[in-house]
């Protein structure tokens, strides 16, 4: 179990913490927004038109996703050089045990969804949709070179941020069940913004979102290895990728 940190001689207030908190999203967005930018510059200057009405190449769809993840971990960097809280990342090498809470905590969130899902379907919701199905929409193939994008980049960029960086910030002063919720919190309402549907469905959406937050949260304390919960949120979003295109 991670310990909470020593406390700093300046105690902030709860709305300082969490703007604090509310800063690094915010900062990682713009790193995203510029990476993504910039990769779409020379995709327009090489000949690819990507302001058109037609779908994106695959390969041009997965990486400018993957660039505005590489922008995240570009925060993070940043933020741990110039921050005092570049201790609370914690990452080693993957154990046997560790292999078996990955299997717990995708075993969990599946079971969870399906639970959550289950009882919006026999209450007729019905379900949100994200902007990853809207995106491969038109073109299915692009599925297939997301899920090594989100393995590799999706995957490792927002546990960095919100189970590294957020959730070891706020666990300095409120210490671990505090930080648990809230960076779940925050992890849960930024997805939320990928989302359309109904407000049930959107309700439903975040429900299972906050409580995937939660899981991977509470194993990265309980583990001090933030590659469980990259393996798990790495692997759990390819099975939704992989569903999604038997679907199609």
């Known amino acids: ?24 999203i915010l900062g990682a967005f713009l790193f995203g927004m510029l990476v993504y930018s910039v990769v779409a510059l020379f995709f327009f200057l090489g000949g ?27 925060m993070a960097s940043l933020y741990r050089w110039r921050s005092s809280s570049a201790n609370t990342l914690h990452y080693r090498m993957v154990t046997k045990a560790d292999f078996f809470w990955i299997f717990v905590g995708v075993t969990g969130i599946v079971g969870v969804a399906i639970g959550i899902d289950t009882i919006a379907a026999f209450l007729g919701i019905d379900p949100a949709t994200n902007s990853i199905q809207e995106g491969v929409a038109h073109n299915s193939t692009r599925l297939l070179y997301l899920i090594p994008v989100t393995l590799l980049v999706t995957a490792p960029a ?34 939320l913004l990928s989302v359309s549907g109904s407000t049930a469905g959107q309700l439903t959406y975040l429900i299972v979102v906050f409580s995937t937050g939660l899981l991977l949260g509470a194993l990265y304390e309980y583990t001090e290895n933030l590659i469980v919960p990259v393996a798990i949120h790495g692997f759990w979003n390819s099975l939704l990728f992989y569903s999604l295109l038997v679907s199609s």
């Open 1 to 24: 179990m991670i310990t909470k940190s020593a406390s700093p001689r300046w105690v902030p207030t709860p709305v300082h913490v969490l703007g604090h908190g509310l800063a690094v």
């Open 48 to 74: 690819v038109d990507i302001f058109a009405d037609e779908p994106l190449p695959p390969r041009v769809f997965a990486t400018l996703t993957a660039a505005q993840f590489i922008g995240f971990l570009l």
């Open 158 to 191: 927002e546990e960095v941020l919100f189970r590294g960086i957020l959730q070891g910030y706020f666990r300095t002063y409120y210490g671990a069940p505090v930080a648990i919720i809230l960076s779940s919190a925050l992890f849960s309402c930024v997805h």
